[in-house]
């Protein structure tokens, strides 16, 4: 079997993508994915439902530096529908201006207004019906009723209501900023939307589309500059598949893991560790930006915690003081926060299950970076988040923690308070303790972006062109989390899938 189209990776714009070329009857699409291909017998609990993450199964296994030597866990999807099928289901769009800054750096076609109407394809909101949304996608978003809400959440709402901030009906109108219930990915109160059921599942039955599950793609083979198709192991044995165009959509860790492996990177570092050069592209690891977070985190009174609920419901979107990039912030109540796979929290709070007010920074200037220890395909790459090391990171996250203690020791949220965990007043009052907090609590938001990042001719860092081609390498493309020039005020999978259906129809044009 020749194929025309061999797309590595079924996550969340791998599958986007799947579904939307093998439209086009002429091509033949293979579609790999590392890890298993549940069917609706097997799939299991953690990611059927969408109460709270998955990270047990169906996961990588990474760990990531977070900031000054502490090494955190570092949770990938690896399964038929990626990390769509392992998220809190928060479905949140990115502000105009995050999009808007992606064109004016050079890359043509990926403004607001470019990229608005695949955010309308992607999704059937059932909320809304109007000029920002769709209605017939594969994406189903709901917010939560007020019905649905914990008591709890309600109280964060009237918290966040009492102190002054506007009680927002739709997170996704980007005039709209406050406190109000979250658009999620979600089937109904509890089930969750992967884009293994939305996307691949009507594609699959398609004759153009041939599904390879529990497939490890090792490299892209390159013959004469042109990726020509990749080496990967299944069923005990290593074999190479050729196409015509070659897909990385393997996500912001494994797609720069996956082209240094292949000789595309920084010459240099390439060269040290005996991998011979392809194409010396400087900036494939480079550029690594997620989501800090930490919060103000308590135990709550008896009966409070319900685990039957999902544990996010209600978010408060804000800007940081002095910033001109709107909703830079947000805050979430959780419901509950179980911290069997967070052991340094536990030990620090002497509790298991918490509650609280998460704090997450969505416009970070600290940058990290991916690179690899060896040439040994089996060795994990090295990921340095490199959290707070920007000062103007530890300057917004101040802010946020102390809003987050004024509002979890605010009189509608009193009555569900047994004690706060760790931070106090005396903490809020004195920065060099506050820091030493921010330094040993700061957490990824697991929505790391960047590592093979789109940028312009001329631009040194850039990995792919603003049509997703690998710069140096004919044949060669990333669709995926890692193509962003930096990373929207808003949780990542919405635009990874956006991503996804744009390069659909930017490849079939090619
Ligand atoms: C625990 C968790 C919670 C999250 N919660 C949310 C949320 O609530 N809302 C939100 O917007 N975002 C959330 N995110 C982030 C969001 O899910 C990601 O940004 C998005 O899924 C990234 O899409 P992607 O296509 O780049 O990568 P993925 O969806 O991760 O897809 C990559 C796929 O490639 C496969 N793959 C990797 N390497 C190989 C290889 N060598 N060979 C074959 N296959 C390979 C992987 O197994 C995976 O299936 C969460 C992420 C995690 C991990």
Known sequence: MRY?????????????????????????????????????????????????????????????????????????????????????????RGMPHDYDEWEAAGNKGWGWADVLPYFRKLETDRDFTNELHGNDGPVPIRRFPEAELSSLQRGFVEACV?????????????????????????????RRFTTAAGYLEPARRRPNVTVWADTLVRRVVIESGRASGIELQRAGGTEVVHGDRIVLATGTVSTPFLLLHSGIGPAEELRRIGIDVIADLPGVGDNLVDHPRTGAFMVSRPGVLDRSLPFLQSILRTTSSGSQERNDMQYYMI???????????????????????????????????LSLASADPDERPVIDLNFLSDPRDLVTM???????????????????????????????????????YLHSSIDSTYHPVGTARMGPDGDPGAVVDSDCAVRGVEGLYVCDASIMPNIPSANTNLTSIMIGEKVADQLKGL
């Open 4 to 92: 025309t189209d061999i797309i590595v990776g079924c996550g969340s714009a791998g599958a986007a993508l799947t579904m939307r070329l093998s439209e086009d009857p002429a091509r033949q699409v293979l579609v790999i994915e590392a890890g298993p291909d549940f069917t609706d017998e097997t799939v299991p609990d953690n990611i059927y439902y969408g109460r709270e993450m998955s990270f047990a199964d169906s996961d990588w296994g990474y760990r990531a530096e977070a900031t000054d030597g502490r090494r955190i866990r570092f949770p990938r999807g690896k399964l038929i529908g990626g990390s769509s099928a392992v998220g809190a289901t928060i479905g949140l």
């Open 162 to 190: 009492a102190h002054g901030f506007d009680r927002v009906a739709d997170h996704n109108d980007p005039a709209a900023s406050g406190v109000g219930s979250i658009p999620s990915t979600r089937l109904d109160a509890t």
């Open 335 to 369: 419901n509950y926060f179980d911290l069997k796979y967070f052991p340094e929290l536990q030990m620090l709070s002497g509790a298991s299950v918490i509650g609280g007010v998460m704090v997450c920074a969505q416009r970070p200037k600290s940058r990290g970076r």
């Open 398 to 436: 101040r802010e946020g923690v102390r809003l987050a203690w004024e509002l979890l020791n605010s009189a509608p949220l009193g009555p569900y308070l047994e004690r706060p965990l760790i931070v106090n007043d005396t903490m809020m009052a004195d920065e060099e303790m506050l820091d030493v």
